[in-house]
């Protein structure tokens, strides 16, 4: 059975930072090209970073030179280090798993508040 179970989301102060973790069960990970997305109630979900099987990585705009994805094969596990968070980071946060087929988590609640 496929899992991806994300953790790490919470409540944040503007400016302040979060590490999501996204951990993969019963695939072969690192085959796998991972992605985080989130989603805002009412909007569609949209893409913040991706992260190849090589380990090359790309940004939505908005989040360019705050976020940062990483991958360690070994552990079966994608982070999104998030930094200078700012209250439109607020969202659920969903990881992504994209090969053979594809696999969603379940989503962690981040939200960012004074």
């Known amino acids: 059975q496929v899992q991806l179970v994300e953790s790490g989301g919470g409540l944040v102060q503007p400016g302040g930072s979060l590490r999501l973790s996204c951990a993969a069960s019963g695939i072969r990970f690192s085959i796998y090209e991972m992605d985080w997305y989130r989603q805002v109630p009412g909007k569609q979900r949209e893409l913040v970073a991706g992260?190849?099987?090589?380990?090359?990585?790309n940004y939505a705009e908005s989040v360019k030179g705050r976020f940062t994805i990483s991958r360690d094969n070994a552990k079966n596990t994608v982070y999104l280090q998030m930094s200078s968070l700012k209250p439109e980071d607020t969202a659920i946060y969903y990881c992504?798993?994209?090969?053979?087929?594809?696999?969603w988590g379940q989503g962690t609640q981040v939200t960012v508040s004074s």
């Open positions: 992260i190849t099987r090589s380990g090359n990585s």
């Open positions: 992504k798993a994209r090969g053979p087929d594809y696999y």
